[in-house]
């Protein structure tokens, strides 16, 4: 079964940026496109950012302009550079398929943003 490892969250103040990784058991980036997703408290688990198979990539209205996503195929690893971080970008990062079905989730990483 695919495990998806993500990494990179951390403790940022305001203003700061962070960089993301997911990487997969398999090499299955160069087949599908996958996305950021996360999960605040009380909250339900929302997609940020998504790269197609071909490479396009998609964001949330929230992040536009401030996150971007990337994938090393190579590496297969996935990437999401978070520039200008806010307090409500504060949540669990997680990297799945960019639409159904899922791959099983994994621990996801956190990222606090104090202000």
């Known amino acids: 079964q695919v495990q998806l490892v993500e990494s990179g969250g951390g403790l940022v103040q305001a203003g700061g940026s962070l960089r993301l990784s997911c990487r997969a058991s398999e090499s299955i980036f160069r087949f599908i496109g996958m996305g950021w997703y996360r999960q605040a408290p009380g909250k339900q688990r929302e997609l940020v950012a998504g790269?197609?198979?071909?490479?396009?990539?998609n964001y949330a209205d929230s992040v536009k302009g401030r996150f971007f996503i990337s994938r090393s195929n190579a590496e297969n690893t996935i990437y999401l550079q978070m520039n200008s971080l806010e307090p409500v970008d504060t949540a669990v990062y997680y990297c799945?398929?960019?639409?159904?079905?899922?791959?099983?989730w994994g621990q996801g990483t956190q990222v606090t943003v104090s202000s």
């Open positions: 799945n398929h960019n639409t159904e079905p899922y791959y099983d």
């Open positions: 790269i197609t198979r071909s490479g396009i990539t």
